[in-house]
């Protein structure tokens, strides 16, 4: 898969220091990833992901202190950052339209 915007995670976490290694190894993973389908993510992640409408997903991030959602294009093999931030952050957001 190809993570589109990893500069976005960077830019975060240049704020959030703790959260660095935890992106890093989420990129490193995803990056080396060949998802098919939804099973293929759930497999790879198990309960720390959920599926939210138009192939939105939101990652628990290091324990849940931190949440990513983004956008999975199966067929393009292209995955979207639409959103990163701390857990009261995401509480404030939708994350079906981020």
């Known amino acids: 898969m190809q993570v589109v915007a990893k500069s976005t995670l960077k830019k975060f ?3 959030h220091d703790q959260a660095e290694t935890p992106l ?3 990129y490193a993973t995803v990056n080396g990833a060949d998802w098919v389908g939804p099973s293929d993510v759930k497999a ?3 309960s720390n992901v959920d599926f939210v409408s138009d192939n939105r997903l939101i990652f ?3 324990g849940n202190k931190y ?3 983004v956008h999975v294009s199966y067929r393009f093999k292209r995955v979207l ?3 990163i931030g701390t857990h009261a952050a995401y509480d404030a957001i ?3 339209t981020v």
Do not use: A, H
């Open 81 to 83: 950052i639409k959103f």
């Open 94 to 96: 939708d994350p079906e």
């Open 67 to 69: 949440r990513l959602i």
């Open 60 to 62: 628990d991030i290091s």
């Open 13 to 15: 976490w240049e704020v």
């Open 24 to 26: 890093k190894i989420w």
């Open 44 to 46: 790879m992640f198990g």
